[in-house]
T-cell receptor, first 115, second 113 residues
Framework: GAVVSQHPSWVICKSGTSVKIECRSL??????MFWYRQFPKQSLMLMAT?????????EQGVEKDKFLINHASLTLSTLTVTSAHPEDSSFYIC???????????FGAGSRLTVL | KQEVTQIPAALSVPEGENLVLNCSFT??????LQWFRQDPGKGLTSLLL?????REQTSGRLNASLDKSSGRSTLYIAASQPGDSATYLC????????????FGGGTRLMVKP
């Protein structure tokens, strides 16, 4: 079945640094990828939708200059948290849509801790 | 804007009980509805997916129903086990394949031995 790989699965960084999270569709082409954020004991909230080759669409309240999303190929989308701060500590999950099917496949998530 | 609500937010039951988790959504124009399981600190595991034209889906001890007109879905877990302890999330997919999911707040389930 369709597999989405996220890397890294967890990362700890110092405040002020930038962190990049990768989301790869391993065996299918993903025309659309979604990025979610989950704070402790809360549900997932959609951050942005990225379509291959175009700019991402951000949800209200999500700073596009802080959360840079690149979807340069049909199998890879990246989320870069720029100048991370402790309040950015969260669980980030991506999902990808197989262009050949009506299925969304989720990655395992990436836990970011900013000290 | 679609809103998804899950009740109860938390549930603690003794092992062996049958239980029902509820999910309601405000916009009935959905493509499908999914139930996920999430263990602490982990990603999502898809449990059941119900297309908008379907009424229910079953997998093992799990049964999910969908009443699109009333905006409700239930997840029934039979003969609960301690290993069922997790957070259960309901999510609806907007009309049109591949659109984003809107998640409910989840139900944290604890099954005590």
């Amino acid at each position: 079945g369709a597999v989405v790989s996220q890397h890294p699965s967890w990362v700890i960084c110092k405040s002020g640094t930038s962190v990049k999270i990768e989301c790869r569709s391993l065996d299918f082409q993903a025309t659309t990828m979604f990025w979610y954020r989950q704070f402790p004991k809360q549900s997932l909230m959609l951050m942005a939708t990225s379509n291959e080759g175009s700019k991402a669409t951000y949800e209200q309240g999500v700073e596009k200059d802080k959360f840079l999303i690149n979807h340069a190929s049909l199998t890879l989308s990246t989320l870069t948290v720029t100048s991370a701060h402790p309040e950015d500590s969260s669980f980030y999950i991506c999902s990808a849509r197989d262009r050949g099917a009506n299925v969304l496949t989720f990655g395992a998530g990436s836990r970011l801790t900013v000290l | 804007k679609q809103e998804v609500t899950q009740i109860p937010a938390a549930l603690s039951v003794p092992e062996g009980e049958n239980l029902v988790l509820n999910c309601s959504f405000t916009d009935s124009a959905i493509y499908n509805l999914q139930w996920f399981r999430q263990d602490p600190g982990k990603g999502l595991t898809s449990l059941l997916l119900i297309q908008s034209s379907q009424r229910e889906q079953t997998s093992g001890r799990l049964n999910a129903s969908l009443d699109k007109s009333s905006g409700r879905s239930t997840l029934y877990i039979a003969a609960s086990q301690p290993g069922d302890s997790a957070t259960y999330l309901c999510a609806v997919q907007a009309g049109g394949a591949g659109n984003m999911l809107t998640f409910g707040g989840g139900t944290r389930l604890m099954v005590k031995p």
